[in-house]
């Protein structure tokens, strides 16, 4: 069992940035995959971003130039950079890790097992 608690959201200007982090109860240099998904009031949810066991990341073309996901292993950690944001970037914001299925590939829209209880970004214009 995996517990990942999000933190670092808040409200920000068009423009501006916050940096995401997501706190696991596992050391995350063993977890193979680990993400971030958002979902705004009114619309379906989309993977925003994710990381493989080598460190290698994949990200939706809506964030793509803008996000950068990374890990601290030391800290267990995971965190998602986001600059230059958007008013269409506010939603709800949530950590992913561990495919459901083992062979499945590590990629923004992958179906993931473990989720935490996200975190609310909004973006005012």
């Known amino acids: 069992q995996v517990q990942l608690v999000e933190s670092g959201g808040g409200s920000v200007q068009a423009g501006g940035s916050l940096r995401l982090s997501c706190a696991a109860s596992?050391?995350?240099?063993?977890?193979?995959?680990m993400g971030w998904f958002r979902q705004a009031p009114g619309k379906e949810r989309e993977g925003v971003a994710a990381i493989r066991s080598d460190g290698s990341t994949s990200y939706a073309d809506s964030v793509q130039g803008r996000f950068t996901i990374s890990k601290d292993n030391a800290k267990n950690t995971l965190y998602l950079q986001m600059n230059s944001l958007k008013p269409e970037d506010a939603a709800m914001y949530y950590c992913v890790a561990d495919l459901s299925y083992s062979g499945g590939w590590c990629s923004p829209g992958a179906d993931f097992y473990y989720w935490g209880q996200g975190t609310q970004v909004t973006v005012s214009s």
């Open positions: 596992e050391p995350t240099y063993t977890r193979p995959c």
